[in-house]
């Protein structure tokens, strides 16, 4: 996938207070973004109590956080190539392109998880050794940091979901500092969660740039490889 150009009545310019207004309104209309297309997800989150037994239904209001952070990342990619003021049609643009093809590995993946955190919240009751316990917490952090090669290439290549999944697991181990600050910006996002579902929705939009900045030698690894 390619930016789109930018017309000339969405230049910024070329003073400070321009630039940084500009700075300041891209993360706000992505925020707003973000929020909107994942909002059904939030509302059945708020209507959830944090309880183990509810797992199978945080998966399910994860459903539309893939195509909107993808979305996100098509539009910060714009940001940091060819900054206009027009974010809501980058970001527009990008969930149009991506939404599907996220959506083919990203629901599988939740379920995965589910099934995965469903075990290790009940491992004495299902008599699951501990050490079982352990491989399974293993496979799913690999499984999240996989999922976050996966999702940038899914939101800034036009891959097939085969070659995004082989690709996710070539870059899983061929960076390993952008696994390791994946990881990192995945600490940050569930403490965020953890202390409140509104300090991680008001906080969507630095995450995902952070996130988007971190990836940035994948997609650079990607484009030198696959679209030279």
């Known amino acids: 996938m390619t930016a789109m150009t930018t017309k000339p009545d969405d230049e910024i310019g070329t003073g400070p207070l321009a630039r940084w207004s500009a700075v300041v309104y891209w993360f706000l209309v992505v925020e707003a973004m973000l929020v909107l297309t994942s909002a059904p997800g939030?509302?059945?989150?708020?209507?959830?109590?944090?309880?183990?037994?509810?797992?199978?239904?945080?998966?399910?209001?994860?459903?539309?956080?893939?195509?909107?952070?993808?979305?996100?990342?098509?539009a910060w990619r714009?940001?940091?190539?060819?900054?206009?003021?027009?974010?809501?049609?980058?970001?527009?643009r990008g969930y149009r392109l991506d939404v599907l093809d996220v959506l083919r590995w990203w629901v599988p993946t939740l379920a995965v998880l589910a099934v995965v955190a469903v075990n290790l919240t009940h491992l004495g009751a299902a008599g699951i050794p501990p050490v079982l316990g352990v491989a399974?917490?293993?496979?799913?952090?690999?499984?999240?940091?996989?999922?976050?090669?996966?999702?940038?290439?899914?939101?800034?290549?036009?891959?097939?979901?085969?070659?995004?999944?082989?690709?996710?697991?070539?870059?899983?181990?061929?960076?390993?500092?952008?696994?390791?600050?994946l990881g990192s910006v995945l600490v940050l996002t569930a403490a965020?969660?953890?202390a409140s579902d509104w300090l991680l929705?008001?906080?969507?939009?630095?995450?995902?740039?952070?996130?988007?900045?971190?990836?940035?030698?994948?997609?650079?690894?990607a484009e030198a490889q696959?679209?030279?």
């Open 78 to 92: 714009v940001f940091a190539r060819d900054r206009d003021l027009s974010p809501a049609r980058h970001f527009w």
């Open 226 to 228: 696959f679209t030279a």
């Open 136 to 181: 399974l917490g293993a496979i799913a952090l690999l499984l999240l940091l996989w999922s976050g090669h996966a999702l940038v290439l899914s939101a800034l290549f036009s891959f097939r979901t085969r070659d995004v999944a082989r690709l996710g697991a070539y870059y899983l181990a061929g960076k390993p500092l952008v696994t390791l600050g």
């Open 192 to 194: 965020a969660a953890y």
């Open 201 to 221: 929705v008001l906080l969507a939009a630095p995450l995902t740039y952070l996130y988007a900045r971190t990836a940035a030698p994948v997609v650079a690894a």
């Open 42 to 74: 939030l509302v059945l989150l708020q209507l959830l109590d944090r309880d183990v037994s509810n797992i199978p239904l945080v998966a399910l209001a994860c459903v539309p956080v893939g195509p909107s952070v993808a979305a996100a990342l098509f």
